[in-house]
């Protein structure tokens, strides 16, 4: 009876250790598959801050009651642009110069009403007239001069602003809206003598 009795074990040993085999045979791929799900998961798309690219520029009668608006609420004042606002804090901005020469953005709602007015330009992002480089705003009598001739050469026109010019084809520019709606870059030399008119504006 013991020999039979220790057969009987060996084979139920033998059978276990059989069976604990093929059970971790069939697991294996089982842990493969949830490994390979796991590193699978792509990982989320990075976001970028955005941008201002849906400001637009005001022309026709909106542009008129903004820049009516804007001149009531600024007295000597020179609008420079006047665009849509998509930041959602306004429906409309205006750039202005004071007539002290200080810089201010000009916002307001859809009625026209005036919300808020910052110090400052135009910096370069939003409304696409910023400064390049070295170039700085122009004021007094050379704002003037500078104004004179491109009005002079440009009828109608509406100057956006005026700066320096860095790149050494000129010593300043312009940046306008003709009389048709269309933008050009103006450039003057050092004797406020226009040296080239260049279809497109900032930003274009």
Do not use: Q
């Not at 139920?12 to 604990?20: D, S, T």
Request: no cysteine; proline share 2%.
């Amino acid at each position: 009876m013991n020999k039979v009795r220790k057969i009987a074990v060996g084979a139920a040993l033998i059978g276990a250790v059989a069976g604990g085999g093929a059970l971790t045979a069939m697991a294996l791929p089982a842990n493969a598959a949830t490994t390979d799900t796991s590193t699978a998961s792509p990982s989320a798309p990075a976001t970028d801050g955005g941008t201002h690219g849906n400001e637009t520029a005001l022309t026709g009668d909106t542009a008129s009651k903004v820049k009516a608006a804007v001149l009531a609420a600024n007295s000597g004042a020179t609008v420079e642009n006047m665009t849509t606002e998509d930041d959602g804090s306004a429906a409309y901005e205006a750039h202005i110069t004071k007539s002290d020469g200080t810089h201010a953005t000009v916002k307001l709602d859809t009625s026209f009403k005036v919300t808020a007015t910052e110090t400052g330009g135009p910096g370069g992002g939003k409304g696409g007239h910023g400064n390049h480089g070295n170039e700085t705003d122009l004021s007094g009598d050379t704002a003037s001069k500078v104004k004179a001739a491109v009005l002079a050469a440009n009828s109608g026109a509406t100057v956006e602003n005026m700066t320096t010019e860095d790149d050494g084809s000129a010593a300043y520019e312009a940046h306008i809206t003709k009389s048709d709606g269309t933008h050009a870059t103006v450039k003057l030399d050092a004797s406020f003598k226009i040296t080239a008119t260049e279809t497109g504006g900032p930003g274009h």
